[in-house]
C-alpha cells in the first residue's frame, strides 16, 4: 500500500540541472512523486542550457520530471518558474504562463503566519557570473569533473556498502576561497531582502542549502539536486524546514524492504 503524500504550504527546489549527467533525477521524482504542495517554486537552474551547447544528454528521468511539474500545475499546484543563469534563456519569457507555469524574474511570498520573503536564483549577487562570465564557465566545466570523479567513487563506495559522500561539497567546505565565497553570497543577498523591508529571502545557486537569520533577516537557501538533494518547505503554521531526501529516501527504502523480507520468509517456510 502506497503511503500518503507528504503535505505541504509552499515547496522551493533548484538547481536540478536537467541535461546533465550529474543531475539526480530519480530521486527528485521520488521526491515529487511523494509530496504536494499548494505553491511550488522552481528558483533557476532547471534545465541546464550551458551543458546543453556543449553536449547533448537527456534520459527519459529527465522528462519524467518536467511531466510530473506540469501534472502538478494541471491538477491546481501554483508552480513559478524563476530562471537561473544556466537557463537564463528563460527569462525572455518573464511575465508569461505556459502549461500553468508561471515564469518570473522573482517573487514574493507571503507565509501562513504573515512574514514577506523576496524569492530569486541570486545569480545577480555572483560577481564572477555578472562580471565575468567566461570564468563562471571555465569553473563549471571544472565543477562538471569533480561531478564525474564523484560518481566513480561513490560506485566504488556503493560496492563497498558506504553510503553518498560528495567531494565537491567537501573541497567547497574546505578550500578558503569557496568558504569565503559563500559567506560573502549570503551577506549580499541577505541584505537585499534588508533593504526592501522583507522579513527574509529565498534563493539557490550555490548549492548549498541553509537555514539561518542574517543580520534580522532570515536567509534560506533550497540547496540542489545534484549534491545535497535538498528541498525548502514550508507547514502550514508557517514554519520554515530544509529536507534532504536522500535521508528521506533511505528510510522510505528500508521500511518498505521489511515487509518485502517478512513476506518473502513467510513464503519460504509455507513452502
Not at 563562471?136 to 556498502?161: C, E, K, M, P
Not at 539536486?225 to 514550508?234: G, H, P, Q, Y
Not at 502550514?236 to 517478512?262: D, H, K, M, N
Amino acid at each position: 500500500m502506497r503511503e500518503p503524500p507528504l503535505r505541504f504550504r509552499s515547496i522551493w527546489i533548484s538547481d536540478i540541472h536537467l541535461g546533465t549527467a550529474g543531475c539526480q533525477a530519480d530521486y527528485l521524482l521520488d521526491f515529487l512523486r511523494h509530496t504536494e504542495a499548494d505553491h511550488l517554486y522552481l528558483v533557476g537552474d532547471i534545465v541546464d542550457g550551458w551543458a546543453l551547447k556543449r553536449s547533448w544528454f537527456w534520459q527519459q528521468s529527465h522528462n519524467d520530471v518536467i511531466q510530473k511539474v506540469l501534472r502538478k500545475a494541471r491538477k491546481g499546484t501554483q508552480v513559478t518558474y524563476i530562471p537561473g543563469n544556466h537557463d537564463a534563456g528563460a527569462r525572455q519569457f518573464a511575465g508569461l504562463t505556459f502549461g500553468g507555469i508561471r515564469i518570473a524574474d522573482e517573487a514574493i511570498h507571503t507565509t501562513a503566519d504573515g512574514r514577506r520573503f523576496l524569492v530569486l536564483h541570486g545569480d545577480e549577487f555572483d560577481g564572477v557570473v555578472q562580471c565575468a562570465r567566461w570564468l563562471a564557465i571555465v569553473g563549471d566545466r571544472l565543477y562538471s569533473l569533480t561531478l564525474r570523479l564523484n560518481r566513480a567513487f561513490n560506485q566504488v563506495r556503493a560496492r563497498l556498502g558506504l553510503g553518498y559522500w560528495s567531494l565537491s561539497q567537501y573541497l567547497k567546505h574546505k578550500v578558503k576561497t569557496a568558504v569565503n565565497f559563500v559567506s560573502d553570497f549570503e551577506a549580499a543577498v541577505a541584505a537585499q531582502a534588508r533593504e526592501r523591508g522583507l522579513d527574509g529571502v529565498i534563493c539557490g545557486h550555490i548549492h548549498k542549502a541553509e537555514l539561518r537569520e542574517i543580520d534580522g533577516v532570515l536567509y534560506c537557501n533550497d540547496g540542489d539536486w545534484v549534491e545535497s538533494l535538498t528541498a525548502l518547505v514550508e507547514l502550514y503554521s508557517g514554519e520554515l524546514q530544509i529536507i534532504t531526501w536522500q535521508q528521506c529516501y533511505a528510510e522510505q527504502a528500508a521500511r518498505t524492504a521489511v515487509p518485502a523480507y517478512a513476506a518473502a520468509n513467510q513464503g519460504a517456510s509455507g513452502a
